[in-house]
């Protein structure tokens, strides 16, 4: 499942759905440096959750411990309500899914990006100071690739996420065909 992922998008671009949505996104630790290759697990990462003077952007830990002291850093969403959840948005431009067969001792890596959008929002709940991203079965994009995939909203619906002024179920949906663009990044072609 996603583990890893990249964001190469200016704050102002973050910043403009919810400008788009009469709201202001405010950055209560200050404009943080948010263009990074790759995020990975217990990084501290760009996330946006409902403050109380509306939508914030903080640099938070990805993945806390479960009971057994593994990291949850992706979590089902199939038949569970977030209503009572804080609920957060990941920005990103890609995210990476892994297959075999290994080369090099590797597995491939593969890039995931949304078809006509630069970047999208990937839904989260934040437990215990710490982000996990939600995910549902694959979309037919997906599925070649891995049996579940996070889920994606592009940068307009996201503040449906946040205040949930849609359906639930209709939020946490597998992508449609065609939606994602992929590309092998590793190994390279020879």
């Known amino acids: 499942?996603?583990?890893?992922?990249?964001?190469?998008?200016?704050?102002?671009?973050?910043?403009?759905?919810?400008?788009?949505?009469?709201?202001?996104?405010?950055?209560?630790?200050?404009?943080?440096?948010?263009?990074?290759?790759?995020?990975?697990?217990?990084?501290?990462?760009?996330?946006v959750t409902q403050g109380?003077?509306?939508?914030?952007?903080?640099?938070?830990?990805?993945?806390?411990?479960?009971?057994?002291?593994?990291?949850?850093?992706?979590?089902?969403?199939?038949?569970?309500?977030?209503?009572?959840?804080?609920?957060?948005?990941?920005?990103?431009?890609?995210?990476?899914?892994?297959?075999?067969?290994?080369v090099q001792g590797r597995k491939t890596k593969w890039l995931f990006t949304m078809v006509d959008q630069p970047w999208f929002w990937i839904a989260g709940i934040v437990n215990d100071g710490a982000f996990a991203m939600l995910t549902t079965e694959p979309g037919p994009d997906i599925a070649p690739y891995h049996d579940r995939q996070i889920v994606l909203l592009p940068p307009g619906a996201g503040v449906h996420w946040l205040d949930l002024s849609a359906a639930e179920d209709l939020i946490l949906q597998p992508s449609p065909a065609g939606s994602l663009t992929v590309q092998k990044v590793w190994p390279e072609a020879p």
């Open 1 to 47: 499942m996603c583990n890893n992922y990249r964001l190469h998008v200016p704050a102002n671009q973050i910043a403009a759905p919810f400008r788009d949505a009469g709201r202001t996104l405010v950055f209560p630790s200050g404009l943080p440096n948010l263009a990074r290759a790759d995020y990975r697990i217990g990084d501290a990462a760009p996330i």
């Open 52 to 102: 109380s003077e509306g939508p914030q952007l903080t640099m938070t830990p990805w993945a806390w411990k479960s009971p057994t002291g593994r990291p949850v850093f992706n979590f089902r969403s199939d038949g569970r309500s977030f209503a009572n959840s804080t609920r957060c948005l990941i920005p990103a431009d890609g995210f990476y899914e892994f297959t075999e067969p290994k």
